[in-house]
């Protein structure tokens, strides 16, 4: 495997990993939006990550960096395609990301995980993310969010 910045070759690949998580199907992603939301993605420069294995799409992070809250990045999202989860995949994506997060002089990353995801849940607490707190609504009125934060020592 391996990681990657994404660029428009990886379009196709990355909005039918979106198109078909069934998470983001609860936030109304279609390929038409995930496409747009991409497109935006790579226009404003954001970080977004590809792991690629044989030509196959097998994840995805994208960071936004800022310098809002004490120059913290924001962790839009990590997607992991079904059947690879559990094997390395969102860990290494997750690394990566947060090396270029730090790289471009963020001191944070925050994020949004689904509430009710135990599982993700517990992957970020494992990688060292602090929870601060909930969110209900704040996303989708339907769902709930649990805000999660990583902080680097100042260098």
Known sequence: MRIVPADRTHLVGLVELMSRSPLLRRYGVTSPRARASLAEGLKERDIVLVA????????LAWVITTRALDRAAY???LLVAEG?????????LLAE????????????LVLLVTTTNRRARSFYARQGYEHVGNLPGFVHPAIGES?????WPRR
């Open 84 to 92: 690879e989860q559990s094997h390395g995949v969102g860990g290494a």
């Open 75 to 77: 962790l839009r999202l």
């Open 97 to 108: 990301a947060e090396l270029r997060a730090r790289a471009s002089g963020c001191r944070h």
């Open 147 to 151: 805000l999660y934060v990583k902080s």
């Open 52 to 59: 690629l294995e044989a030509g196959d799409t097998l994840g």
